[in-house]
């Protein structure tokens, strides 16, 4: 029962065991680069494997094939804060409030995918918008 309990917490097979390409893009919001924000790679479809994760930084991301997501179709998640000017008090601790304001169409609800190959993948530019689509 024990060996049922972890094989199911672990899932179909061992992550580093999977394929992986090393992804490379820009990202720009409203004809701007992306300052600060992270892109999320979420296996989709028949894709199995981890989720894999990355800064972007002035509009441009890169993960090496080690750490890069799993070949196949992935889901696309780009999300990105900023301050609001407000302060928050949270068990005594005042911090400066922040806010997701990347559109949900492109993270809790995104629309945006990728297919991984085995190897360097080039991925077309993630063009965000606020608005209308």
Partial sequence: MAALTIGMLVGCGRSDSLPRGAVEGTVTFNGDPLAEG????????ET???????????GVFAMPKASGPCVGTQ???????????RKIVNEGVENEEVEQFIPPRY???????ATIKAGANALAPFVLADGPR
């Fill in 38 to 45: 992270v892109i999320r790679f979420i296996p989709s479809g």
């Fill in 48 to 58: 199995q494997g981890p989720m894999a994760e990355t800064a972007i930084r002035d």
């Fill in 75 to 85: 889901r696309v998640e780009i999300l990105a804060f900023r301050k609001t000017g």
């Fill in 107 to 113: 993270n809790a609800s995104s629309e945006l995918s």
